[in-house]
């Protein structure tokens, strides 16, 4: 990774988590860290908007002094801020087309659950053309050592997981981590049975053989790239996202795909992400594929 990576600050303790673990990556992989501070001025018809010049200063503040604080902790880096000043979800979009990886807070699942799934943290997840990194504001320096994993979710072929393998393995190289590669599955249902895939799972010897086949085959190119990250293969019966956030305990990082085509009904993050950005306890990577 050669773009920089670029953190989205408010002053919540979520946001400050997220500063945080942008600055520790941005000094492992060798790039530049970017604040910024999604600003703008509510519509003239709205009573109490206050001035607008104070606001702006108050907003330059907040992101010059994020910016100095990350700098301060990490001698060396290169820090910039900026104030984006428009629509929340427009300005960060625009922001992550021109980033590696995008980091922003997350509350997770309770009281705050509509701050992921509302009109900002919904589609941001779900367009941005980057990974988006949520950071929980319980999350320390701590978690990333002790053993802990890069644990990545791979399902399909090998062509659909490579977004997210990619990131997980960048990960782990930079921070002498192993990576658990998670492949759930299930029994299907008699009518999906055809006669090519019962030929299929017969050459494999069955189910959980094809599954550890496909696992395999989908690891091979990158254990070749990065042959210094030990690799854990892990295939088990159950959901995806059960599986996943079964293992989210002795995770450091959990990455999870979603697709980047729009639907029918619009931007969608995914089942498997939906369940692993609300109920994972650590920092979750949505990682956008094809």
Same mark, same amino acid.
């Given at each position: 990774m050669t773009h920089p990576i670029t953190v989205g600050v408010d002053g919540s303790p979520e946001s400050r988590a997220a500063l945080a673990w942008a600055g520790r990556e941005a000094v492992r992989r060798g790039v530049s860290l970017r604040v910024v501070y999604a600003w703008h001025w509510p519509p003239h018809d709205m009573v109490g908007g206050g001035d607008r010049e104070e606001q702006a200063l108050g907003a330059r503040e907040m992101a010059e002094d994020a910016a100095r604080s990350v700098a301060d902790r990490h001698g060396g880096l290169p820090v910039t801020a900026d104030v984006l000043d428009g629509d929340a979800v427009e300005s960060l979009l625009a922001v992550a087309a021109e980033t590696g990886t995008l980091v922003l807070g997350s509350r997770g699942y309770g009281a705050f659950? /509509?701050? %992921? %799934?509302? !009109? $900002? &943290?919904?589609?941001?997840? !779900? *367009? @941005?053309?980057? #990974? $988006? $990194?949520?950071?929980? @504001?319980?999350?320390? #320096?701590?978690? *990333? @050592? /002790? +053993?802990? *994993?890069?644990?990545? &979710?791979?399902? +399909? +072929? #090998?062509e659909d997981g490579e977004a997210g393998l990619r990131f997980a393995f960048e990960t782990a190289a930079a921070r002498g981590a192993t990576v658990r590669a998670v492949r759930a599955w299930s029994l299907p249902p008699v009518f999906a049975y055809s006669p090519g895939s019962l030929k299929l799972l017969d050459e494999a010897g069955g189910l959980e053989p094809y599954e550890k086949k496909a696992l395999a085959e989908a690891l091979q190119p990158w254990r070749e790239r990065f042959p210094g990250v030990p690799v854990v293969e892990h295939v088990e019966m159950g959901s995806a996202g059960q599986v996943l956030l079964s293992l989210s305990g002795q995770a450091q990082l959990m990455v999870v795909g979603r697709r980047a085509e729009r639907s029918a009904v619009g931007v969608r993050i995914g089942s498997v992400a939906h369940a692993v950005i609300h109920h994972a306890p650590c920092p979750v990577a949505v990682v956008p594929h094809s």
């Open positions: 659950v /509509g701050f %992921l %799934l509302g !009109s $900002v &943290g919904q589609r941001v997840i !779900s *367009e @941005a053309p980057c #990974p $988006v $990194v949520l950071v929980r @504001a319980e999350d320390r #320096p701590e978690a *990333e @050592a /002790g +053993g802990r *994993e890069i644990v990545v &979710g791979q399902q +399909g +072929g #090998p």
